[in-house]
């Protein structure tokens, strides 16, 4: 069991910055990889970018690549969203994930955090 929390989320203007935290307690280390996801309102929840726990290779999302990045901090069980040049379609909650396994979904969900970013 990995217990998940997000934190960092808030309202920022276009073309500003955020960083999200996600915090990873439990049975960190069985995590395969970790990764944020995000939901805006009457949408479906999307994939933005994850990363594999041990060597630390990600991938992005088309939209948000070469704006956000994923990073971790292994001491601290914790992995980083640095989003910048933000837009108001960045507007979501994110989700952070965790997956135990190469060819598992995500199973561990953090509870969301809220970003806005005003025009």
């Known amino acids: 069991q990995v217990h998940l929390v997000e934190s960092g989320g808030g309202l920022v203007q276009a073309g500003g910055s955020l960083r999200l935290s996600c915090a990873a307690s439990g049975r960190t280390f069985s995590i395969y990889t970790m990764g944020w996801f995000r939901q805006a309102p009457g949408k479906e929840r999307e994939f933005v970018t994850r990363?594999?726990?041990?060597?630390?290779?990600?991938w992005y999302a088309d939209s948000v690549k070469g704006r956000f990045t994923i990073s971790r901090d292994n001491a601290k069980n914790t992995v980083y969203l640095q989003m910048n040049s933000l837009k108001p379609e960045d507007t979501a909650v994110y989700y952070c994930?965790?997956?135990?396994?190469?060819?598992?979904?995500?199973?561990?969900w953090g509870q969301g955090t809220q970003v806005t970013v005003s025009s």
């Open positions: 994930a965790a997956n135990f396994g190469a060819t598992l979904g995500f199973s561990s």
């Open positions: 990363l594999t726990w041990n060597d630390g290779y990600a």
